[in-house]
């Protein structure tokens, strides 16, 4: 079974511009969430969807938004970049299983944007 | 509002001996605890995770954790360090599962042969 991925891995933008990045989960996980992680501030949470719905939102300005798709692919776009937005932006996807419903979480390998 | 506090920015630790990484938080509410690991130029792993029930919770890799509500800690262990531990390691919170996380600063773990 493919883990999750993220597109692209590497990307460098300036001041100004606006940035898309994706995820694809692991085939049936329905559930994606974000996260941002830079030295300064470390790992934050940035939010999570499930069925296409946006249920979480950590406290960032509302130029990062994000969406998922039916096929539970999720986008987060950050718009106006600012030089602190550079950082590692994490995606993980979780899906409930077995009786218990026991909740499991994987990572991506992270898209890494610089903004200059 | 949810907090956690990791005792110690970076720890060494002899090849062969226990591994020891404190965390303590502060939650208004019955707390999700985890452990996240990331290796160098690498995403995040789950180590483990507590919700309900038994306060002793065991991860992959060797490690464990225990949830003690009196301490309000989560202190994670591993018997007998190995190099390949050698790694970032967070603490975090949630008060309803993977959503709305709230992450330590992190302990980077070196391990001396």
């Known amino acids: 079974k493919a883990g999750v991925t993220q597109t692209p891995r590497y990307l460098i933008k300036t001041r100004g511009q606006q940035v898309t990045l994706s995820c694809s989960p692991i085939s049936g996980h329905r559930s994606v969430s974000w996260y941002q992680q830079t030295p300064g501030q470390g790992l934050q949470f940035l939010f999570e969807y499930f069925s296409e719905t946006q249920r979480n939102k950590g406290n960032f300005p509302g130029r990062f938004s994000g969406r998922q798709f039916s096929n539970s692919r999720s986008e987060m776009n950050v718009s106006t970049l600012e030089l602190g937005d550079s950082a590692l932006y994490l995606c993980?996807?979780?899906?409930?299983?077995?009786?218990?419903?026991?909740?499991?979480?994987?990572f991506g390998p992270g898209t890494r944007l610089l903004v200059l | 509002a949810q907090s956690v506090t990791q005792l110690g920015s970076h720890v060494s630790v002899s090849e062969g001996a226990l591994v020891l990484l404190r965390c303590n938080y502060s939650s208004s509410v019955p707390p999700y605890l985890f452990w996240y690991v990331q290796y160098p130029n690498q995403g995040l792993q789950l180590l483990l995770k507590y919700t309900t029930g038994a306060t002793l919770v065991k991860g992959i890799n060797g490690f464990e954790a225990e949830f003690k509500k009196s301490e309000t800690s989560f202190h994670l262990t591993k018997p007998s360090a190995h190099m390949s531990d050698a790694a970032e390691y967070f603490c975090?919170?949630?008060?309803?599962?993977?959503?709305?996380?709230?992450f330590g600063p992190g302990t980077s773990l070196s391990v001396i042969p």
């Open positions: 975090a919170v949630s008060e309803t599962s993977y959503d709305k996380v709230i």
């Open positions: 993980a996807s979780s899906v409930r299983s077995g009786r218990a419903g026991v909740e499991t979480q994987y």
